[in-house]
């Protein structure tokens, strides 16, 4: 509950900083200050130090995982804006509103890692993507940023709208809101699931598909990622994205095994299309940023493993992933903010006139595509280990083609590597302050820390 009220009242915080103050590097400060004091709030909750009392009338269950998934989030957005804050600040005159309407997010977000209620669930993730709404269209002037906040919006509203109708149709269903009564709901058998509420899930399946990406519903991604400015679109893409997840997972990792087969055969088929979508359309992207857009729901395939895993493993592995993805992803974004190009060619021959830009890069990319000595190898390894897991010939197929999915993300990937070491050019950056770069270096260092030893995320969890 900590992290709830202070992300909303913080939020209001920054937006009255804005008249306090013009001076951006000030704003940043403040929005860095506020941050931390959000994260040491949301500590005090998770390790029992001190917690704010409220009766949610059961609407919301706080434990330790939910506390633990804030933390990662907060921590995220921390070095997000450590960063990317003065890029945030440049976008427009409006700094701090900027910053407001992130808090306000993280204030979905942290909703969503807790809810216990359907309508906790609704208000959660309009809470998280309103504000994002706004931030897409930042760029007034740019008219694909306009384009990207109008399809964004209506392409969300449209979505909002199904959500609401299965809450209804499960609210028919059960007479209540409660998670627990859905998902408990005694009059239930394996061989007999009520009508409403199969079609109820459904519809509120295919909209948390819409809300993170996954196909067939992914077709506003690369758009409005590719829009959208791009100090935004690193934030879209992660913290965000991962919140969705989260919510996914929390609605659907026991009601599953009321749906039976029919469930695993839908959810294996939206896995292979988000991989295929994802890592073969990636493959003929020329804009690096397009190409990550698509990266991003290649990325959403291998996170719906711990929805069809449903163990331990899997429980671990989307922390693990959340974080090695919102980093490398968070530093590759930095990166293409300060690109003059953001196409393949514009990346030609960085290794000679920025080398340390060029090997931050590689370190980030080769954690996207799960090298071993990086976050994002045991990322994925802990995704395939979860499946493999469940048993089954089904898993073992599934574990094959995420394998060779992910052989094909190496190839894009590594275009961008061989344009900066291995074809000759004169990539054009903007100016590159030694801040920028130290962040750059502490993003990398926290990838190999966790590809070297997961434990060190892990054991915070069980510690």
Known sequence: ???IIFSALLGVVM???GILTTNKQAIKNIALVCLTLLLVANLANHYEWYSIKIDTKQMFSFGKYGYFFNTIAITATLLYVFVSGDDIVKVGSYGAEYFALIFFVLCGVTILSSYNNLLMLFLGIEIMTIPLYILTGSDKKNLHSNEAALKYFLMGAFSTGIMLMGIALLYGSSGSFGIESIV?????????VPI??????MFVFVSMLFKVSAAPFHFWTPDVYDGAPSVFTSFMATIVKSAGFIALITLFANK????GKLWNILLVIVIIATLLVGNITAVFQQSVKRMLAYSSIAQAGFMLFALYSR????????LLYTTAYSLATIGTFAILIKMEDHSLDGYNGLAKSQPLLAATQTIFLFSLAGIPLTAGFFAKYFMLASVIRTGGNAAIYLVIIGVLFAAVSLYYYFKVIQAMYFKEGNAATTKITPSFKFALLLLAFLIILFGVMPDAL???FYF
């Open 196 to 201: 409403l509420e199969v079609i109820g899930l």
């Open 311 to 318: 163990n331990e493993i899997a429980r671990d592995g989307i």
């Open 184 to 192: 408990n709901n005694t009059s239930i058998t394996l061989m007999k």
């Open 256 to 259: 599953s095994e009321e749906l």
């Open 1 to 3: 509950m900590n992290a």
């Open 458 to 460: 892990l054991g915070l």
């Open 15 to 17: 937006m009255f900083s």
